[in-house]
């Protein structure tokens, strides 16, 4: 499986942040489940990301792999959204220093990376500080 029929095949979840929830418990799941790990139901209803969160974990990533080798060094964070689900992304335009964890932050499109010579370019979800 090639990359790029991946990323194309993923484009509606990333870019409308399709999401599912759980009618009998609550849960939201990202990407969509089809059936509920948490209580085995099958009823699963279309639901929207919640669109900010806060920061529980972090990293600064120095050496990255080639597509993103044009940003190093860039912070990398779990974010827990506001519904509970756990993202994990870029955190950007802010200084290292001024990320913490609890932070709150925003959910944003981006260019994530362009693919060499081909000139694809993959967008998708990054963290910006609220
Ligand atoms: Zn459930």
Redesign the pocket.
Known sequence: MSTPSRYWREIPQRYRLEANK?E??D?VYFPPRLI?P??Q?RELIPAKLAEAGKVISYTIIRVPPHQFSDQAPYAVGIVELDDGVKLTGQIVDCDFDEIKIGQRVKIEFRKIFEEGESGILCYGYKFVPE
């Open positions: 759980c009998s418990c849960t509920c948490e209580c139901n």
